[in-house]
Structure formats: C-alpha cells, structure tokens
C-alpha cells in the first residue's frame, strides 16, 4: 500500500519561509509526476507546483512562480516544496499527491493527509 505523508507546516508572517516535505512509502504505480495542491475554506484544490518523477521537469502556478521551489530526492522518496515570500493568499490546506500525467492533462491517484499553511499579515 502507499501513503504520502505531508510535514513542515504551521504559522508564519507574510514575507517569511516554510519548507514542506512529503514522504513516499510503498510503490506509486501508475504514477509519473509528483505534486503540491493546496485547499482554502470554500475553495477547490488547486495544484501548485509539479516535478516529473523521471525527469526532474518542474512545472509552477503563476501565483507561486519566483517565490516556491519544488525538488525531489529519489533516494529518500521525498518531495519537497520550498515557500519563500510568503503572502496571506498562500494560507491553505496543502497536500502532496502523485499522479498519473500525458501531456498536461494529470489524474491524482494518492493523496496525502495535508499539512495546515497559515500566514498573518
């Protein structure tokens, strides 16, 4: 069986920097891309940043660009995403997920449990 785990969330002032980290237990089969998504109360996931798990190809929401990094450690089966600059926008629920992906078009097959985001202004 397979689970992601999320870690590294919490509280932080806008303009300061978190660092999350996903860990990968078991084998993803199915899957050829790693991502971040996040949640805010009365909203739909949005995705936010991707890695191609063969690759290394990243790809970014505009909203985060310049200011979020996401990596990979094959190794360790862990995918983080570092959060620089961070803005009151930026507070949300986020999950690590992996996916299956042709082209852009991605379908999520495992979800993580999700780490709590919050930034003050």
């Known amino acids: 069986q397979v689970q992601l785990v999320e870690s590294g969330g919490g509280s932080v002032q806008a303009g300061g920097s978190l660092r999350l980290s996903c860990a990968v237990t078991?084998?993803?089969?199915?899957?050829?891309?790693m991502g971040w998504f996040r949640q805010a109360p009365g909203k739909g996931r949005e995705g936010v940043a991707y890695?191609?798990?063969?690759?290394?190809?990243?790809s970014y929401a505009d909203s985060v660009k310049g200011r979020f990094t996401i990596s990979q450690d094959n190794a360790k089966k862990t995918v983080d995403l570092q959060m620089n600059s961070l803005k009151p926008e930026d507070t949300a629920m986020y999950y690590c997920?992996?996916?299956?992906?042709?082209?852009?078009?991605?379908?999520?097959?495992?979800w993580g449990q999700g780490t709590q985001v919050t930034v003050s202004s």
């Open positions: 997920a992996a996916s299956g992906c042709s082209g852009s078009s991605c379908t999520v097959r495992y």
């Open positions: 078991g084998t993803t089969y199915g899957t050829n891309s």
């Open positions: 890695i191609y798990t063969n690759t290394g190809r990243t």
